[in-house]
């Protein structure tokens, strides 16, 4: 049976960890042929986030808490959690706030399990973002597409990646990463799923929306 890692970065979200993890897990619950093992990444939080995964973690063995020693960003939280499950098959990297659909993993299943190296889920909208912040995304996107002649455009961190591809990533000399840019530089295929992000899980994250 084939072995996946949810990597989950984290900060200050201990008002509704317990309860999105539990909802990502019965997602998995419903995928057949996989184990899966759900991974939070705290990165540094001064909240109770590592100790609730942690306890909740005491009840389900397939949940657990990688806890980084002071608060290094969300890339680098990324990072950590793919160099930490290398063994496993694959990876799925995807955010605390739900603002990434779990019911979408059992389709990234299927596409890796067709073949695919890396799937990744592209928004078709961004929920009930402001028109400033929109706008400055699209700056951002026509900037990254100007330097690197690559488009990210409506790309997430909401991605599968397969074990071949998160040892490439870890072996990547670059200090100052960026998750989904260097992932698209890496020039693996992707399979593509469409989600919209939905109204009331579009909350700014301590990271800022994604």
Same mark, same amino acid.
């Given at each position: 049976?084939?072995?996946?890692?949810?990597?989950?970065?984290?900060?200050?979200?201990?008002?509704?960890?317990?309860?999105?993890?539990?909802?990502?897990?019965?997602?998995?619950?419903?995928?057949?042929?996989?184990?899966?093992? =759900? !991974?939070?990444?705290?990165?540094?939080?001064?909240?109770?986030? /590592? @100790?609730? &995964?942690?306890?909740?973690?005491? *009840?389900?063995?397939?949940?657990?808490?990688?806890?980084?020693?002071?608060?290094?960003?969300?890339?680098?939280?990324?990072?950590?959690?793919?160099?930490?499950?290398?063994?496993?098959?694959?990876?799925?990297?995807?955010?605390?706030?739900?603002?990434?659909?779990?019911? =979408? !993993?059992?389709?990234?299943?299927?596409?890796?399990?067709?073949? /695919? @190296?890396? &799937?990744?889920?592209?928004?078709? *909208?961004?929920?009930?973002?402001?028109?400033?912040?929109?706008?400055?995304?699209?700056?951002?996107?026509?900037?990254?597409?100007?330097?690197?002649?690559?488009?990210?455009?409506?790309?997430?961190?909401?991605?599968?990646?397969?074990?071949?591809?998160?040892?490439?990533?870890?072996?990547?000399?670059?200090?100052?990463?960026?998750?989904?840019?260097?992932?698209?530089?890496?020039?693996?295929?992707?399979?593509?799923?469409?989600?919209?992000?939905?109204?009331?899980?579009?909350?700014?994250?301590?990271?800022?929306?994604?």
């Amino acid at each position: 049976m084939k072995s996946v890692a949810v990597i989950v970065p984290a900060l200050n979200e201990a008002a509704n960890i317990v309860t999105n993890m539990a909802h990502v897990r019965t997602c998995l619950d419903t995928v057949p042929g996989v184990t899966f093992t =759900l !991974i939070v990444v705290d990165d540094g939080s001064t909240d109770d986030t /590592a @100790r609730l &995964v942690r306890e909740a973690g005491a *009840s389900d063995p397939l949940l657990k808490v990688l806890r980084l020693n002071r608060h290094f960003g969300k890339e680098s939280a990324i990072y950590a959690g793919l160099c930490a499950t290398r063994e496993f098959d694959a990876c799925v990297v995807m955010d605390s706030d739900l603002q990434h659909p779990p019911e =979408l !993993i059992a389709q990234m299943i299927e596409h890796w399990q067709g073949g /695919a @190296r890396v &799937v990744e889920a592209v928004k078709q *909208s961004r929920g009930n973002e402001t028109r400033a912040r929109r706008a400055l995304v699209q700056i951002y996107y026509g900037l990254f597409r100007y330097l690197t002649k690559l488009s990210i455009r409506g790309e997430s961190d909401f991605k599968l990646l397969d074990k071949t591809v998160v040892s490439a990533y870890c072996q990547l000399p670059e200090h100052g990463r960026f998750f989904r840019g260097l992932v698209k530089w890496m020039g693996y295929h992707a399979v593509q799923i469409p989600f919209d992000v939905a109204e009331s899980t579009r909350q700014r994250s301590a990271w800022g929306n994604t």
